[in-house]
Every structure is written in C-alpha cells, then in structure tokens.
C-alpha cells in the first residue's frame, strides 16, 4: 500500500460495492475512511482503517479499477502550449476535486449506518495507526481532544489532511474537526518561515530544504500573483509531500514575501481541509463543499487559459526586428528610477564558489529593455572616502523585457556577491566585501532599487533573418543576457518565438556542477528543442581539458573549433559576457585555430567586428 496515492482511492473503498462492479461484500463491511499522508520522506500513513474478511477483495478491485498510470499522469510536466507552472498546479488540484466531489455525491449518505450493520454481523477488528496512536499518547496525558486534533495537525509527519479522519474516529463533530486541524496544521507555520531566515538553521536543516526545494520547484518564479496562486494549489492538494510545511519552505526557497506566503498557505490548508472533509464524510454535504472549491478553482483555470492563449506581442517593435527606437539611458544618475524586489533566491548549489543570486524587480511598466542591456544599479548610502553618493554598477538584465511573469512589469538580474577573502584573517573582510553586489543580495522583497539606464547596444539580438545562429558564450554571471535571448527565442510566444529557425548555441564556464546557473532551464529548451538549441559545459574543478588540465571555457570553445569557424563563416553571431579575464584565454586560443587554418587572426576578428557578428561584454 505504498502509493494508493491519492485520497480517491480512499473514497473508493470508503464506498465499496457502490462503486465497484461485480465486487460483493460480506455483512455490509466496509470503510470508515482510508486516508494515506506523506510528506519529505515520510512514509504515507493510513490513519483510519477497519477491516473484515472482505476487504481485500474489495481493495484489489478498488485498485485495478483506478490504476495508476491515470494518477499519475496528473503529475507529468507541461509542454510549451502551457508552460506557467501556476496554471500546471490549478490542472492537478481541480482534476483532484473532480474526482473527490463526484465521488462525495454519488456515496450512500449513511456509511456509518453500513458499520454498524457490519458489527452485527461480523467482529470487526480495529487497527490503530500513525495518527490514532499518536491521538492516543495526547489523549493520556488528559488533553481535552480538540486540544489533541490541533496537536497532531501541527505535526510534520500528520498535518491536516492526516488529523481530519483522526478527529471524525474520535467522535467530534466535522464543524469542530475543521477548524481544530486548520489552526493547527497554521501553528507552526509562522514560526518556521521565521526561523528559516537563520544562516545556522538553513545549515542544519538543508538535507529537508533540499528535498522541499525539489518537491516544490514546480511553483517557480514570475509574480507575487502567480506564485501565491502556486502555493495555494500546492497546498490544498492533499497527495504525498504537499502539505503546509513543504509548502512554507518553498515559499521560503521562492522568496516570497510572509505576508503573502501566510495567505497562500493558509488558503492551501483550508482547501485540503474541506477536500479531506469531503473524502471522510463520503457524503453529499463533502461532496457539495469539495464541489464548491472546485468551482472556484475552475474560474481561476478558465481566466488563466484566456491570460496564456493571447499573443506575447505588446513590447514588439514594427516589424519586431526593427532596432530603431532600442531605449537608451532612459533614467540617469540624477534622475534614477526607483524599483521594488519581488523576490531574491540563492540559484546555486552549497558546493558553488560563493553566492549568486537571482533577483526580480517590478518598474510596473515604467522601464522598457531590450534583451541584452543592462540596468545600472546605485547602492544606498556613501563612499567612505569622500562622503559622496555610491557610483553606478552596471548589471546585465536576466530576462526578456517581458520579465521573469510575462507581464512586462518586471525584469531580473543574476548577481553573484563579491566577497574578499584575507589571507591574514583567514576569514572574509567586510572592509573589502562589494558594496552593489552584497547590497543586491540581501535585499528583501519590498525593498528599493536605484536604477539607471537601461545601457547599451552591442549585445542585442539580430532578428531581422530568423535563420541566423547564435554562439553565446559565458562565464559566471556573464549568463544573465543570454537566459533572455534564449527565453525570447523559445520560451515565449512571441513573434520572435514564432519565426526562429536557426540554432542558438550556449558555452557555459563555471567552477563546478553546483555552480551552474538556470541549468534547468536549458535542460528544458534543449529536451524540447533539440535541433535549434545546443548547451555545452566548462567546468574547471570536475573536466579536463585535452591537455590533462582543467577545463576553461577557452577549452570546451575550442573542442568545435571547425564547427564554430564555419557557422561563423555563414553569418553566425557570436556573444562573449562575463569577467574580463575571460577574453584573453580566448583570444589566444582563437589565435592557434587561425594559425592552423592559415587564416590572419586580425583580418578574420576584423572582418567580424565589420558585419557586426562580433559581441562583448565583459567586466
């Protein structure tokens, strides 16, 4: 019984010959409730269960007529034609309430009258579970039992959707058990996405981050909207590993706001409770309330498809290849513009050398870019040396100019915070930390961002020939322009997306394989993609280069010398962004692949730099 996954099963059984054909039973027997709870590693429980020389007859049939491939189809990733992972979790949990509510209404009204027939008839033998025992144990020390119900929805391994059977077993009134368990299963929640702010506790605690961040990695990035839509869906779905605590440390991993992280939550325990409700009763009054979510969710779905099915086209230019009206320094020094953080997440694994970070700003629409600018960024406060204002740093913008949600309200920056490390001191010196890059790290959603620009023209994106190749490479941070070329060119519906027939070509260099940056993205792209995007991978602390040495990113350019000189040949755009020191490496290696073609290395870069196929960005 170890994945009955999902609580119609549970009302399958709770209603046996009902539904079953064929299946008999012997004395009326059946189910109070099976309900089965999972949660980061836990094993699922069955918290309610009464059993008679029948019911494994009627459980086998329960089983072979649901099957599992139907369950688990509901789970299986969205294609390009509905990529918003908020519209993928409102799918899943309306499909889930389907299910509950036609089951709730068309159950006999009177199971507990069917259990009582059955004690007559056959001795019944009671088998106590997870929850129950653990009901028990609070119940010895004298606790009232609404006392006990709130205990046990708090717990981790129960939660609601666990302690809802828990409270009808005990004899409360469901009016009572609802509330008891929302409360709570609400508890702990606030304390923890609290303490999840503290450094040591991440560390103790990031084996279950990890796992929470994989679970909950479907409700990804984009507007406080959509995400608190998100988790919502998330939470209320009453399958293995998606209940409240996971869900608070994704929103903790999202960095979402609390307040709104709190709502989200809470919203999610309510709907688990009254589907959990639905699935316990197995009568018409769960049913109608499960029936009740279920219409609200189906306007959400319904407004999300009419949202997803229009055209991505409102910041196009005529025609949107067209380079003429590219804004330029809109916001100055003296006039910058004021943004606000939606969100700041660590996009790097705990062996990465240091910390970057992902940070997406909301200019409500008021700061147009292009795909390869950049915003420049004043950090708060004064230069110690003079006491005047910080200058402007200048950051690569992470995103298409419809930012991270498609609204055209946001844009993102990948910022990795510069550290100095003191060989004296063996310890960091936050005398010689970065300002910009530290300040942009630590910023909490809400809080304000002095921006300039957007600058610059040599890295955007030639689209009037759809057919033309792309060969981007990068270092580190220096990924940030290309995520929104690529974002452009496949992620979005957008007339670029649409005309886009060459073969965008990514050169990636970092320290390890926790360092990679939006690796899941490309993984994405190249699965679906597979003829119009290639990635390749320099990672100097795990591969070699041909020579036995760590593999640099001048190393990996370097294994398709040919392929890439003759793309070049043919009118391909090559890109270089990242740390300066990147280009000399490059540059001599690009030399020795001339030499050996025969090729004058200051005629060949030179004729580049003439038709424009030569771009860098580098500081």
């Known amino acids: 019984s170890i994945f009955l996954q999902s609580a119609v099963l549970a009302m399958i059984v709770g209603s046996t010959a009902a539904f079953i054909p064929g299946a008999t039973t012997s004395g009326g027997a059946g189910f109070s409730a099976a309900v089965l709870r999972a949660n980061v590693n836990v094993a699922p429980v069955a918290l309610i269960h009464r059993t008679t020389t029948t019911t494994t007859t009627t459980l086998s049939a329960a089983r072979s007529d649901m099957g599992y491939k139907e369950r688990n189809n509901n789970l299986k990733s969205v294609k390009k034609g509905s990529k918003k992972n908020s519209r993928a979790a409102l799918k899943l949990l309306t499909k889930a309430a389907v299910s509950l509510s036609v089951l709730a209404l068309t159950t006999t009204g009177a199971p507990h009258t069917a259990l009582a027939k059955a004690s007559g008839a056959v001795e019944t033998v009671e088998h106590l579970h997870v929850g129950q025992k653990i009901a028990k144990y609070f119940q010895s020390f004298g606790l009232p039992d609404v006392a006990v119900l709130a205990l046990i929805s708090a717990l981790p391994v129960v939660e609601l959707r666990g302690a809802v059977p828990v409270g009808v077993w005990m004899g409360l009134p469901i009016t009572t058990v609802l509330p008891a368990c929302i409360l709570g299963n609400m508890i702990p929640i606030i304390p923890l996405l609290f303490l999840l702010r503290n450094e040591k506790l991440k560390q103790l605690m990031s084996p279950i981050l990890n796992r929470a961040a994989e679970k909950s990695k479907s409700l990804g990035v984009g507007s406080l909207e959509k995400q608190w839509a998100s988790l919502a869906a998330f939470v209320g779905v009453p399958l293995p590993g998606t209940g409240a605590w996971t ?197 909490q959603p809400g809080d304000e961002v002095m921006m300039t620009g957007p600058a610059g023209k040599v890295m955007l994106l030639p689209e009037e020939d759809p057919s033309t190749d792309y060969i981007m490479v990068a270092t580190g941070t220096g990924i940030a322009p290309y995520r929104g070329f690529v974002r452009r060119l496949f992620t979005e519906n957008t007339p670029a997306a649409d005309a886009y027939k060459g073969q965008a070509w990514l050169f990636l260099g970092v320290a390890n394989s926790d360092a990679l940056l939006y690796d899941d993205e490309w993984q994405t792209v190249k699965e679906e993609y597979p003829d119009n995007f290639r990635l390749d991978y320099a990672l100097s602390r795990e591969q070699n280069n041909k020579k036995g040495g760590k593999m640099y990113i001048q190393d990996k350019v370097e294994e398709y010398a040919d392929e890439i000189f003759t793309k070049l040949d043919n009118g391909a755009h090559i890109y270089f962004c990242g740390l300066k020191g990147m280009m000399p490496g490059i540059q001599d290696m690009l030399k020795e692949v001339c030499a050996s073609k025969k090729i004058d290395f200051d005629e060949w870069l030179k004729g580049l730099k003439k038709n424009k196929q030569w771009h860098v960005e580098v500081y």
Not at 290 to 311: C, F, N, P, R
Not at 330 to 338: G, L, S
């Open 247 to 443: 869900g608070a440390m994704g929103a903790f991993l999202l960095g979402m706001p609390t307040p709104v992280a709190l709502s989200s939550i809470f919203t999610g325990v309510c709907s688990a409770g009254v589907i959990m409700s639905a699935i316990t009763l197995a009568g018409k009054k769960g049913g109608i309330a499960a029936l009740s979510l279920l219409a609200v969710l189906t306007g959400m779905e319904l407004i999300g498809k009419k949202e997803e099915s229009s055209k991505q086209d409102f910041l196009e230019a005529e025609p949107y290849w067209d380079q003429s009206n590219v804004p330029v320094n809109v916001y100055k020094n003296k006039a910058p513009f004021t943004g606000k953080v939606v969100s700041t997440k660590r996009i790097v694994g705990p062996k990465a050398t240091g910390e970057t970070c992902h940070i997406i700003i909301d200019h409500k629409g008021d700061f147009p870019y292009w795909e390869g600018q950049s915003w420049g960024v004043i950090p708060p406060g004064t230069r110690e040396k003079d006491g005047k204002p910080h200058s402007v740093r200048l950051y690569s913008i992470a995103s298409s100019r419809y930012g991270d949600d498609m609204t055209g309200k946001t844009g993102s920056l990948c910022v990795r915070r510069a550290t100095y490390w003191c060989p004296e001191l063996q310890a960091e010196d936050p005398a010689k930390k970065g300002i910009c890059s530290n300040f942009l790290c630590d910023t």
